[in-house]
């Protein structure tokens, strides 16, 4: 079946511990992407990237870094987490040929203390 | 960072109603998107428009590119329970373009 998995689907942290989201997708994308999702302010996105070893900064990349060492991963990491980042993160991919049509997964809660 | 205003934020309807909310940007955007979010989930692509005027269907829903460009318009025909949940419209501006502008979302909720 073709989809991103994203883990975990819930997480509780404190401030200042070091964590990692990963997500994966088996549907061969070469565009991989994380949004935030606040209530009020839709979908932001963190930072996407095109292929392997190239990323780039979304609208709201300040304390997050991510990494695509291999086509199907793409993890999310907070090295410092703050409790302004308590929020549902989504993964998505997509072909380069289907313009605009994102795959997401089922999303990570993550709430900082 | 940009982002799509989109109207209205939430709606409260029986069932069997029809449901319309619309989308508004003062950029030009190329393709225009609509997804719908269950709970618990990602949201899963509903419409997806490539061309101004263009109006689209998808069983109970129809979608419209604006001819301005600047927004999108999406239907909901004789709405049933399993039509709750957040519908998003995106917005994309340019063929080589990476970035998607998501609107804040409409939630719909509706009474049996």
């Known amino acids: 079946e073709a989809q991103v998995t994203q883990n975990p689907r819930y997480l509780i942290t404190v401030t200042g511990k070091k964590l990692t989201v990963t997500c994966s997708q088996n549907?061969?994308?070469?565009?991989m992407s994380w949004y935030r999702q606040d209530p009020g302010l839709g979908l932001r996105q963190i930072y996407y990237s095109m292929n392997v070893e190239v990323t780039d900064k979304g609208d709201v990349p300040e304390g997050y870094k991510v990494s695509r060492k291999e086509k199907r991963n793409f993890p999310l990491i907070l090295e410092s987490p703050s409790p302004n980042q308590t929020s549902l993160y989504f993964c998505?991919?997509?072909?380069?040929?289907?313009?605009?049509?994102?795959?997401f997964g089922s999303g990570t809660q993550l709430s900082v203390l | 960072g940009q982002q799509l205003n989109q109207s209205p934020q939430s709606m409260f309807i029986q069932e069997g109603e029809d449901v319309s909310m619309n989308c508004t940007s003062s950029s030009i955007f190329n393709t225009w998107l609509w997804y719908k979010q269950e709970p618990g989930e990602g949201p899963v692509l509903l419409i997806a428009?490539?061309?101004?005027?263009e109006l689209t269907s998808n069983g109970r829903l129809t979608a419209q590119f604006g001819i301005t460009r600047k927004d999108s318009f999406l239907n909901i025909s004789a709405s049933i329970p399993s039509d709750v949940g957040i519908y998003f419209c995106a917005g994309q501006q340019g063929e080589g373009a990476q970035k998607l502008v998501f609107g804040q979302g409409t939630r719909l909720t509706i009474n049996p």
């Open positions: 549907m061969n994308h070469e565009y």
């Open positions: 428009l490539y061309k101004a005027g």
């Open positions: 998505a991919s997509r072909t380069d040929r289907l313009r605009g049509k994102l795959f």
